[in-house]
């Protein structure tokens, strides 16, 4: 159905009927512009909902739990169904809202150029109009005048007063009139003529090759916008498996939540590792050896947990265990925590539960063989270029770098010594588990410890340090053990080693065991310490933006410095950490690294041979 033969009359209709769709077009660009940021928008905001609810530095042990690591578990997948609705307005964006205001300025182009041609075919029949009612007015203008002077000259002609030159004259001016009549007579016949013919093709041709412009015009809109209708319909549903799979994911983080596990858990990380209290005996006051009248301690037979043997304090009580002052006292004892570990925190950790001084002294043992392979690279690294310097004197200096292998040989050296010292700390706490084999122990070198704290002086047991007196450590696996029946009466603590060095502890006059030289040297924090930095293996500086499309990737701007936690393995993925503690892989070569101890190389180059 063409608008040319059906509306042939309705040219002003028409135009505005093509005007109100473009400038519907204009409306549904709006909306999709607007979609688009309330998906950005929700998109933000759910990534800063996850952001928020991460664990921080001093959380990330209880995000051991498995109901920890199923919301965290669900939260990534959250952060990614986020990152699905920013795809939809990517998408939207590119696909519909650019291309509707690409055709709204073609039909906007369009429908002038129509217009425009309309308007002139118009004007044309308008003055085709005008020329055929001019040429009217005129025909009938000599029509009149040729009627007048034709009547003039019949009553001239029968009137007998008139002389024969005015009757000749009147007809003289009668014929004229009738020649003018005539002439003008066909010049209207011609014109309209003209005009009937020009007005049939202005309304058989040429009006309806415009309005046919106009009719396509206006059917391709309506088609583009039945294929941006469908494209976002398309955008949509191209990102439904994706979120389809998030959220089973999340039904996946729900069924990993194992009570038992969890439970398990629990006992493993706050088990001190103690026998049960044995029953506590009766004293009887009236038998001549009650505990109470000798002043014995009858809680001898109670595991203390700062793992000290009891001695007499000056007041002439027995003590079975230190105690800790408290609360109004204890606002003072922050000035005397440095790192997150107190005074009462020892080298060897004895002062804490059997089970928690085993995995103290294990992550020591893991930090130190971390630190014994790191000085172990960068001697590898430093013995490689000074080959290549030693080849090649004009890259360098080869004795510029022995200092540093100096340095960096006592390093390692001192490394060792504490990897062995730690060793055997986590040997004696393993051994502190099993009371039996302590009880054995300790009995067998009970009788050579007693010789040894009472041939040694006090000036060989003691080391000088200022004014402050000090002693060797116990060792990590002091085991209070009940005593035997032949041990009863004395006061000679029971104190089991394995450290090759015997270790002896004293009393000083005034009732306080002396610290050990041990005690000034660094040791690993408490239980609840936070995570520290010594993984970080160098930094890196981003060279292109990279936006994280999977949760253990990470978006990185450019140009923003980052921290190198682990090195591409050959899969062409490098895991760092920002600034704000956000950690995952960006591709290798999207980053210059600096490795310490190591020359600035791009991740994805071999480290040169040196």
């Known amino acids: 159905m063409s608008w040319g033969t059906e509306l042939w009359d309705q040219y002003d209709l028409i135009g505005n009927h093509t005007q109100k769709g473009i400038e519907f077009c204009e409306k549904y660009t709006h909306f999709v512009k607007e979609r688009c940021a309330i998906e950005l928008d929700y998109a933000a905001k759910l990534k800063k909902l996850v952001k928020n609810y991460q664990p921080k530095k001093k959380e990330e042990e209880d995000y051991q739990f498995t109901w920890a690591k ?32 690409n055709l709204i300025l073609e039909m906007k182009q369009e429908k002038k150029r129509c217009l425009q041609e309309g308007f002139k075919i118009q004007q044309h029949l308008s003055k085709t109009l005008d020329t055929l009612e001019k040429s009217k007015r005129q025909y009938e203008k000599t029509f009149r005048e040729s009627e007048r002077a034709s009547e003039t000259h019949k009553r001239a002609d029968a009137d007998i007063n008139l002389s024969r030159a005015e009757v000749e004259k009147t007809k003289a001016v009668a014929q004229l009139r009738t020649q003018e009549c005539d002439k003008n007579k066909n010049d209207y016949a011609a014109t309209l003529q003209e005009t009937n013919r020009a007005q049939n093709e202005h309304y058989t041709s040429l009006m309806p090759a415009v309005f046919q412009q106009l009719q396509e015009m206006d059917e391709r809109r309506i088609l583009q916008l039945q294929n941006f209708i469908r494209e976002s319909a398309k955008i949509e549903n191209g990102v439904i498996p994706i979120i389809k799979t998030c959220i089973e994911g999340m039904e996946n983080a729900a069924n990993s939540i194992n009570v038992s596990e969890d439970s398990k858990m629990v006992v493993d990380r706050y088990k001190s ?68 570990k107190t005074e009462d925190t020892k080298e060897d950790y004895s002062n804490l539960a059997p089970n928690q001084q085993k995995k103290q002294l294990q992550k020591k043992i893991t930090k130190l063989k971390h630190d014994i392979a790191k000085e172990t690279a960068e001697r ?37 010594q504490e990897l062995q010292k730690y060793e055997s700390f986590l040997a004696n706490a393993e051994g502190r588990l099993t009371p039996n084999m302590a009880r054995k122990r300790s009995s067998m070198s009970h009788e050579e ?27 990590a696996n002091n085991v209070q053990t009940p005593p035997s029946t032949e041990e009863q009466n ?12 015997p270790d002896i502890s004293v009393t000083s006059p005034e009732g306080t065991r002396s610290n050990s030289s041990y005690q000034e040297q660094a040791s690993f924090d408490d239980v609840d310490e936070e995570y520290d930095d010594s ?13 994280a499309t999977a949760s253990e ?7 923003e410095e980052l921290y190198i936690v682990d090195r591409d393995h050959d899969d062409g993925w490098t895991r760092v950490r920002k600034l704000n503690g956000d950690e995952g892989f960006i591709p290798t070569t999207y980053a ?11 991740c994805g180059e071999n480290v040169p041979a040196m």
């Open 70 to 101: 199923g919301f965290r578990g669900m939260m990534n997948e959250l952060h990614d169904i986020a990152g699905q609705h920013e795809i939809i307005a990517e998408n939207l964006t590119s696909a519909v809202f650019k291309e509707c205001q």
């Open 273 to 340: 590792g103690f026998e049960i209290p044995q029953d506590i005996p009766f004293d009887d006051l009236s038998s001549p050896n009650s505990s109470v009248g000798s002043g014995s301690d009858s809680s001898l037979n109670t595991p203390k947990y700062s793992g000290t043997v009891n001695s007499r304090t000056s007041s002439g009580t027995i003590t079975g265990r230190s105690k800790k002052r408290t609360g109004l006292f204890g606002i003072f004892s922050a000035s005397k925590q440095q790192g997150g």
């Open 380 to 416: 590898d690294g430093m013995s490689k270029m000074r080959d290549v310097y030693l080849k090649n004197p004009a890259l360098g200096d080869a004795s510029s770098l022995d200092k540093k292998m100096e340095e960096n040989g006592q390093t390692l050296d001192e490394l060792n």
């Open 449 to 475: 410890n007693s010789v040894n704290s009472m041939t040694m002086s006090a000036s060989d047991l003691t080391v000088t340090d200022g004014n402050r007196m000090s002693s060797s450590p116990l060792p």
């Open 490 to 501: 004395s006061d000679t603590p029971v104190i089991e080693s394995e450290i090759p060095t």
């Open 535 to 547: 993984g970080i293996l160098g930094t890196a500086r981003a060279k292109f933006p990279f936006e």
């Open 553 to 559: 990737s990470v978006t990185v701007e450019q140009d």
């Open 592 to 602: 210059h690294c600096h490795f310490y101890g190591e020359h600035c190389v791009d």
